[in-house]
């Protein structure tokens, strides 16, 4: 059985060498010839899965992408091939949260806010939107979500608001999938008109699509005085993105925000779950086999948690400014897809233990992730 992986999906030797032949492929220039003899194909958010890719392969059996978002699978063209298709829900939604944790901290930091005192409005209350959420209330913020499907939906009990009164937040965080042509389309959901009515004093956050914002738009607005502080992972046309829009932006990455070890090696892990039902064969490996043990692997506090406690826990385990740092030092010269391509390793608020000898130290920092 031939299994091409993206290259850049981690311990894909690890869960998948003992099932068949492992080719690895770069996942943003795969060609049709590449694909050809294929049973198994597994990519990433960058490879376009759709007729044009598969017109010289026959004998596809599985495709699975180690994502969240599945827009950059043609689902029906793949049903009418009978290949089942999976992807990987909620596998980096918790390093996505974190990157969105992070980029507060830092921002409160620089900018002297009361961080606990800020109103977050989230845009998507699927697992991602579900993780920040989460988060937020582990450190007591105040927060609003707006979802229209999951607010029609009678499965889920949870308030949620209309997208003008998340706007109206002091942080606005988009966490939906990019769609089109539908009732509730996120293409261009913050066009012109939406990004004109926020104010100096608002953070916005995109790590979700870079189509879900105006890019030309945000760039003219920014051009003409807007003060808005805008924290951006994803871009409109990447890896082309508009690169006079990278200086307005307080932070700036490579569409890495769910990049930690764990979110990564999450969607490798379920893609082998799924490929094993599929075969009819039993799940004998497990992430846990194959992570590498953290640097920093345990800390003791010895304070009460304060502002000051969570800056030096975040920024131990993830400092966003790390990745501002590269992207802004490499995008001109290595571009986009290098920076993604050569990401370092960095892990996830769960591979720290935190302890104490008073328990009250350390309840939030283990309900915002940290291990017991």
């Known amino acids: ?35 050809q003899d294929a049973d198994v194909l597994l990519v990433r958010s960058v490879t376009k899965v759709n007729e044009n890719l598969l017109q010289k392969n026959t004998n596809l059996s599985f495709v699975g992408t180690a994502t969240i978002g599945v827009d950059h699978i043609d689902q029906p063209y793949l049903n009418s091939r009978d290949a089942p298709f999976y992807s990987a829900p909620g596998c980096n939604a918790m390093g996505v949260a974190e990157y969105v944790i992070s980029s507060l901290v830092i921002l409160a930091e620089r900018y002297l806010l009361d961080l606990f005192s800020l109103k977050v409005g989230i845009v998507g209350a699927g697992n991602t939107g579900t993780r920040v959420s989460e988060k937020l209330e582990a450190l007591g913020i105040n927060y609003v979500m707006c979802d229209p499907y999951l607010a029609q939906s009678d499965k889920d009990n949870r308030s949620f608001v209309s997208l003008e009164e998340v706007l109206a937040c002091d942080v606005i965080t988009l966490h939906v999938p990019l769609t089109e042509n539908c009732e509730h389309s996120t293409y261009h959901l913050l066009n012109k008109e939406r990004l004109t009515a926020l104010s100096d004093k608002q953070i916005l956050i995109n790590a979700c699509r870079g189509e879900v914002i105006d890019n030309h738009a945000l760039l003219a607005l920014k051009q003409q005085g807007m ?17 006079p829009l990278i200086e307005y932006a307080e932070i700036a990455s490579a569409h890495i925000a769910g990049y930690s070890l764990e979110g990564k090696a999450r969607g490798t892990e379920m893609l082998y779950q ?29 304070q009460h948690f304060d502002d000051i406690l969570l800056n030096q826990l975040v920024k131990m385990v993830y400092d966003v400014r790390r990745d501002d740092g590269i992207f802004r030092q490499q995008i001109h010269t290595k571009g986009f897809d290098h920076i993604r391509k050569t990401y370092p390793a960095r892990r996830e608020f769960s591979a720290v233990r935190v302890s104490s000898n008073n328990q009250a130290n350390v309840d939030v920092p283990h309900r915002l992730g940290f291990s017991k």
């Open 1 to 35: 059985m031939n299994i091409y992986h993206d290259e850049n999906m981690p311990f894909a030797q690890e869960f998948f060498g003992d099932l068949g032949v492992l080719k690895s492929f770069a996942g943003r220039t795969v060609t049709a010839e590449t694909v």
């Open 227 to 243: 003060k808005t502080k805008l924290v951006l992972d994803v871009w409109e046309g990447e890896p082309n993105l508009l690169h």
């Open 274 to 302: 799924a490929l094993c039902k599929e075969l009819n064969i039993p799940v004998e490996k497990s992430l846990k086999d194959f992570l590498p043990v953290p640097t920093i692997s345990s800390v003791e506090i010895k």
